[in-house]
């Protein structure tokens, strides 16, 4: 049972995928981009949408992830 529980936590953290993330302002891109590792397309965004407004500072209204 151990074995499987350990396996299931090593082989959930493979799966944790780059994305690159566009910030958007009056729903047009504004050029440049953050990379982010995320599990989801939705965690990324919550997580490129911190970056932008907190870490950098740049005014944001949503972000685009692929």
């Given at each position: 049972m151990k074995k499987l529980v350990l396996l299931g936590l090593v082989s959930s953290f493979m799966f944790a995928v780059t994305?690159?993330?566009y910030r958007y302002v009056d729903g047009e891109a504004t050029g440049g981009f953050v990379k982010v590792e995320a599990y989801s397309k939705y965690e990324a965004e919550k997580k490129a949408l911190k970056k932008y407004i907190?870490?950098?500072g740049?005014?944001?209204?949503?972000?685009?992830?692929k």
């Open positions: 994305l690159t993330c907190d870490d950098l740049y005014k944001t209204d949503y972000v685009k992830c």
